[in-house]
């Protein structure tokens, strides 16, 4: 009897180490590695290797529009206009993982990059919140995203 008690409580233990998607939970190094290949997409230049990296009919809030989407059609608009701008040398600063259980997370922090302005290529700012969600066949896609410009700079009394 001793011996089907630990069985079970092992068995029970090693159910709890897995996500409700079945697979192991996402650690907050695995997430940091999912965001991180995910913005490698944001200055390929490919508006269908941008939206690749978000679910069907996932919410986001430009920075630019006043206005969420779900429409894939708005969306894709978006990565196009993006994409018009030839962003470039992609960095993250001050980026925070927040894990939501074993199969979500979000990633939020500062993103800067270069963007063509004539001949010209300034640095752009913008403040981030990604939610990731494991997907059923295993992949990782952005459920959420919400995007706004920085504060200005406090003006010098």
Known sequence: MRRFATIALIAGLAACQKAPSGQPPVTEAQAAQIA????????????????????????????????PSDDRKIQTGWARN??????????????????????????????????????????VSARFTDVFQRQSDGSWKIIHEHMSSPPAAAAAN
């Not at 993006?82 to 997370?105: E, T």
């Open 82 to 123: 993006f994409n018009s701008m030839k962003p470039a040398d992609y960095k993250v600063s001050q980026r925070r993982i927040q894990l939501l259980g074993g199969d979500a997370f979000i990633s939020s922090g500062i993103e800067n990059f270069t963007v063509q302005a004539g001949v010209a290529r300034p640095t």
């Open 36 to 67: 991180e290949s995910a913005e490698e997409n944001f200055t390929t230049g490919d508006t269908n290797k941008i939206m690749a990296q978000y679910a069907d009919k996932a919410v986001m809030f430009d920075a630019g529009t006043a206005d």
